[in-house]
T-cell receptor, first 112, second 113 residues
Framework: AQSVTQLDSQVPVFEEAPVELRCNYSSSVSVYLFWYVQYPNQGLQLLLKYLSGSTLVESINGFEAEFNKSQTSFHLRKPSVHISDTAEYFCAVSDKDQKLVFGQGTRLTINP | DSGVTQTPKHLITATGQRVTLRCSPRSGDLSVYWYQQSLDQGLQFLIQYYNGEERAKGNILERFSAQQFPDLHSELNLSSLELGDSALYFC????????????FGQGTRLTVV
């Protein structure tokens, strides 16, 4: 069975500061890894994904995540956050059947 | 706009009642997934349909059932509702293949009173 652990339920940071949201997964098979973002009162949007190839993946709004197989991690980073990044972030894992197993989520709060 | 449409957006009903949530997947997507988001359980996978057939089952209660119709839209039926069923229910769709992403609808917020 697959599982995902997001180590921080809440992360407060100041605007323009760097941030890292941690994600560890457990799986006995090859996996695909995702980060989804949920803005207040909205649905889930895909932020970025790792399927294969380069272990560093990037999103269009400055986030990046690195797949580390030995540490079974897929941490999300951004070098400088903006107020508009305030949201809940979910790490997820799936296998070939595509159903997603989500972590508990990390609420990112940006303070001015 | 993800292309996945869920109706209704909000639903308030009493305990013991039955409701139906509807999902229209993105054009061309054959797979539909249902997820439940609640404060205590987080995001939980309920069930997946692929081209009309049940493909995978997660933590779905026996009081809940789903189906996918020939036009690929899906319905999630929740019966004998309890207060604890209050949650946000998401539908997602994806194309066939292990390296495709799931697109989520805006969700239906169910409140059981």
């Amino acid at each position: 069975a697959q599982s995902v652990t997001q180590l921080d339920s809440q992360v407060p940071v100041f605007e323009e500061a760097p941030v890292e949201l941690r994600c560890n997964y457990s799986s006995s098979v090859s996996v695909y890894l995702f980060w989804y973002v949920q803005y207040p009162n909205q649905g889930l949007q895909l932020l970025l994904k790792y399927l294969s190839g380069s272990t560093l993946v990037e999103s269009i709004n400055g986030f990046e995540a690195e797949f580390n197989k030995s540490q079974t991690s897929f941490h999300l980073r951004k070098p400088s956050v903006h107020i508009s990044d305030t949201a809940e972030y979910f790490c997820a894992v799936s296998d070939k059947d595509q159903k997603l197993v989500f972590g508990q989520g990390t609420r990112l709060t940006i303070n001015p | 706009d993800s292309g996945v449409t869920q109706t209704p957006k909000h639903l308030i009903t009493a305990t013991g009642q039955r409701v139906t949530l509807r999902c229209s997947p993105r054009s061309g997507d054959l797979s539909v997934y249902w997820y439940q988001q609640s404060l205590d359980q987080g995001l939980q996978f309920l069930i997946q349909y692929y081209n009309g057939e049940e493909r995978a089952k997660g933590n779905i209660l026996e009081r809940f059932s789903a189906q996918q119709f020939p036009d690929l839209h899906s319905e999630l039926n929740l019966s004998s509702l309890e207060l604890g069923d209050s949650a946000l229910y998401f539908c997602a769709s994806s194309a066939q293949g292990g390296n495709t992403e799931a697109f989520f609808g805006q969700g239906t917020r169910l409140t059981v009173v």
